[in-house]
């Protein structure tokens, strides 16, 4: 079984321009996520869909990104305009959610990230 | 609000050594959940563990093992006879109750140099 994919892997764009990172969950998995690791600090959680619902968005740092998840399949996160301090790691993670409804908790799997480099 | 706490940033050992990695968190959350991911040199996160917070029963998995304390609100974890491979930062996340959403709290991650 496919893991979750992230397109692109690295992605060097200068001050002003746009960017689209794209997340393909896990077949099945209707939860998704976005977190992303800025240069020596935690990593953040974003927002989280469900199916194409967002069910939370409250890590979104401003209106400058943009997330959608068309057909709850895969899901882009648009950086537009990007500044200086967008530059980090992009991580999309999805899960099952089966569990969550049970209140079991859920497992998040996550891809390889996007290396986002604004200059 | 919650916290996860990695007090060690990078510990360096000479292989088959054990290593112990720290975490600390702190919750409201009565119910919650703890993981630990790896993340190694091709930037990846691996899911290792999955901890309820009413299951303290501390759990091995090859040569690694995990020790949830309630009472200290920590969940370490130990790498024993450590091998090159297992170098990576390994972080620990905490997620709450559903009614506080699925979201996963990291720490800062630690990261682990095995040298052969």
């Known amino acids: 079984e496919a893991g979750v994919t992230q397109f692109p892997s690295h992605s060097v764009i200068e001050k002003g321009q746009t960017v689209t990172l794209r997340c393909d969950p896990i077949?099945?998995?209707?939860?998704l996520y976005w977190y992303r690791r800025v240069m020596g600090k935690e990593i953040k959680f974003l927002l989280h869909?469900?199916?194409?619902?967002?069910?939370?968005e409250s890590g979104m740092p401003n209106n400058r990104f943009l997330a959608e998840r068309t057909g709850g399949t895969y899901s882009t996160l648009k950086v537009q305009p990007a500044e200086l301090e967008d530059s980090g790691v992009y991580f999309c993670?999805?899960?099952?959610?089966?569990?969550?409804?049970?209140?079991?908790?859920?497992?998040?799997?996550f891809g390889p990230g996007t290396r986002l480099t604004v200059l | 609000a919650q916290k996860v706490t990695q007090a060690q940033t990078e510990i360096s050992v000479v292989e088959k050594e054990d290593v112990t990695l720290d975490c600390v968190y702190e919750?409201?959350?009565?119910?919650?959940?703890l993981f630990w991911y790896k993340q190694p040199p091709s930037g990846e996160l691996v899911f290792l563990i999955r901890?309820?917070?009413?299951?303290?029963q501390n759990e091995i998995s090859g040569r690694y093992s995990w020790n949830f304390q309630k009472s200290t609100s920590s969940f370490n974890f130990t790498i024993t006879a450590s091998q090159v491979v297992d170098s990576a930062v390994y972080f620990c996340?905490?997620?709450?109750?559903?009614?506080?959403?699925?979201?996963?709290?990291f720490g800062g991650g630690t990261r682990v140099l095995v040298k052969p």
């Open positions: 993670a999805s899960s099952q959610g089966f569990y969550i409804l049970a209140g079991k908790g859920d497992t998040q799997y």
């Open positions: 077949s099945g998995h209707d939860n």
């Open positions: 869909f469900v199916k194409e619902s967002k069910q939370d």
């Open positions: 919750t409201r959350d009565t119910t919650y959940y």
């Open positions: 901890r309820n917070s009413f299951d303290e």
């Open positions: 996340a905490l997620s709450g109750s559903k009614a506080a959403g699925n979201k996963l709290t």
